[in-house]
């Protein structure tokens, strides 16, 4: 699992330094120009592009046909998808990591003001991440570049869809109150545990979520014609 890490780092560098260059220079751009953004939409902002990363990575090998010659390799094929998500989850960590830095960096200088805890945005961020990887990571490993479009397409065409049927029907109540329903639930669930076990309770559900999307990649990948 680690030569396939390794393996990965060497042949996609560039890739990797040009993307982490990219990105820590958009966010502190994004928190100058919105100096009173909320901290927690600057961190979301971070999760989401520390998870592009590794799915750039993932998808750059199905756009160069290059699963042949990994699987050709003497590693087996839950390997693959072993360092797929720790590979993953290392790349996308740094890369919001710094991205994080590097917008508080921004607002050290005083160039921006942004509202809200860095401490807690900064969970909210590496939530966001875990979600995206979760998530995207399973489509991205069984049809690459495209399993990525697909994906983010079909959750654009439901949306769309969701407020086609709440407009034309008139739907905005039950919507509201189902969404109010399962977030109350949710938060009747965590307010007994305070902060620190809030925490806990979205780092649990996050971690729990990743451990069945890489089972549920290991068994597509098996069944993958290469």
């Known amino acids: 699992m680690w ?3 390794r393996k990965d780092l060497i042949l996609d560098r560039r890739v990797v330094g040009l993307n982490f260059a990219m990105y820590m220079v958009m966010g502190p751009v994004f928190v100058s120009l919105l100096s009173d953004a909320p901290v927690r939409l600057i961190a979301a902002w ?8 590794p799915l750039s990575l993932v998808s750059r090998e199905d756009k160069f046909k290059s699963a042949p010659l990994t699987c050709s390799l003497p ?3 839950d390997d693959v998808v072993a360092s797929r998500f720790v590979g993953g989850w290392l790349l996308s960590v740094l890369g919001t990591a710094a991205v994080l830095a590097a917008c508080y960096g ?13 401490a807690a945005a900064a969970l909210s961020g590496f939530v966001t991440l875990g979600l995206l990887l979760a998530g995207l990571l399973p489509f991205t490993i069984r049809f690459g570049f495209a399993g990525l ?3 983010l397409v079909a959750t ?6 969701a407020f086609l049927t709440t407009a034309l029907f008139g739907a905005h109540g039950v919507l509201r109150a189902v969404i109010g329903g399962i977030t109350g639930t949710v938060g009747a669930l965590r307010e007994p545990f305070g ?8 780092v649990g559900t996050v971690a729990a979520l990743n451990v069945a999307s890489f089972f549920v990649s290991r ?3 098996r069944r993958r014609e290469l």
């Open 106 to 118: 921004v607002t050290l200088a005083g160039l921006g003001h942004p509202r809200g805890s860095w």
């Open 219 to 221: 068994w597509i990948y």
């Open 75 to 77: 590693v087996t094929r």
């Open 149 to 151: 479009i697909g994906f």
């Open 156 to 161: 654009q065409v439901l949306g769309i869809v």
């Open 195 to 202: 902060a620190a076990g809030d925490a806990v309770f979205l």
């Open 46 to 53: 971070a999760g989401i592009v520390g998870a592009m990363i």
């Open 3 to 5: 030569t396939l890490i």
